[in-house]
């Protein structure tokens, strides 16, 4: 019976694991394809407004790639180790969802250990039993937090809607450069 609650446990967990990685992820491409918009963004402006040499123009095209890489590897230096970890994300599901109390780290700590005759194997179980059953009962929206996601996103749509706008008004000077 024991095995059966860590293995809930445990699998509920990889899949709470797996979605909030799909969502920071996702989080971090949004970011990546808004800065890289809006930093290219100001290499056109820049570029149209001084006339940069072409060596210029290489150099702030690398930047832009560079700013846009160090934005999301600071983004998924910051968010990823959360979900990367087995103990931290549990930590992080109790935190979340207070009713869980301590009950689920204690009974992932109790399996991980063997068993020196100290603890009660019933006691054991039926912690971890009750664990399983508080962990089953979290909606996932409890627990994920998909705000990073949907701000990456309007960030985007602004960023887009900008370069739209952009490229709408000066569309003639473009073309002529």
């Not at 860590?6 to 509920?12: A, D, E, K, Q, V």
């Not at 056109?44 to 290489?58: G, M, N, Q």
């Not at 009962?137 to 960030?155: C, N, Q």
């Amino acid at each position: 019976m024991n095995q059966d609650a860590l293995l809930s446990i445990r699998t509920r967990l990889t899949a709470l694991r797996y979605r909030t990685i799909g969502i920071i992820l996702g989080a971090g491409t949004a970011l990546a394809l808004a800065t890289g918009l809006a930093l290219a963004l100001v290499w056109v402006c820049c570029e149209a407004l001084f006339f940069f040499v072409p060596a210029w123009r290489t150099a702030f095209g690398v930047l832009v790639l560079v700013g846009s890489g160090a934005t999301v590897a600071l983004f998924l230096k910051r968010a990823l180790p959360l979900a990367l970890s087995q103990h931290r994300f549990a930590l992080f599901v109790e935190k979340r969802y207070p009713r869980l109390g301590q009950q689920l780290i204690s009974a992932l700590e109790l399996s991980a250990r063997p068993n020196s005759g100290r603890q009660s194997p019933e006691l054991l179980a039926a912690a971890t039993r009750q664990a399983a059953d508080l962990l089953q009962a979290v909606a996932a929206s409890e627990i994920l937090d998909r705000r990073p996601l949907v701000t990456h996103l309007r960030f985007l749509a602004a960023a887009a809607a900008l370069t739209c706008i952009c490229a709408a008004i000066f569309s003639d000077d473009l073309a002529a450069a």
